[in-house]
């Protein structure tokens, strides 16, 4: 738990979230400004700044996590239509948590490209 992280503070249950799956290495939970009609986050447990700092380690949570991301979206109805997964890195990604996510946008048309 990194103290002053508002994703690790949801993982403790310090904020409350709408959470949409839990397990002992993920957490997935409905974006509380949605860009989209679904609009999930799916973070690992354990804190990791951004795609651009994970190590080699952690292949086997980054696979869960996307597995676990492909799953969620089938189970949220978007796979047939299709969707969106986004990583958002560093400034110029436009991140602004800096505790690693997967954004799952669905339920409408994506521009590409993006903005
Ligand atoms: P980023 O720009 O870092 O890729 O995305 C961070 C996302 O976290 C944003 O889409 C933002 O709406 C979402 N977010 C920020 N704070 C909270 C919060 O306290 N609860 C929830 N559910 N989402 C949050
Ligand atoms: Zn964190």
Not at 37 to 57: F, G
Not at 81 to 90: E, K, P, S
Request: some cysteine; proline content about 6%; overall charge negative.
């Amino acid at each position: 738990m990194t103290t002053d992280c508002i994703f690790c503070k949801i993982i403790a249950g310090e904020i409350p979230a709408s959470k949409v799956y839990d397990d002992d290495r993920v957490l997935a939970f409905n974006d509380i400004n949605p860009q989209a009609p679904t609009h999930v986050l799916v973070i690992p447990k354990r804190h990791i700044e951004s795609l651009a700092t994970v190590n080699p380690e952690d292949g086997d949570l980054l696979g869960h996590l996307l597995t676990t991301a492909s799953r969620l979206a089938t189970d949220l109805g978007l796979a047939e239509r299709g969707y969106r997964v986004v990583f958002n890195i560093g400034e110029d990604g436009g991140m602004a948590v800096y505790h690693l996510h997967a954004h799952i946008l669905g339920g409408r048309r994506m521009a590409w490209p993006p903005g």
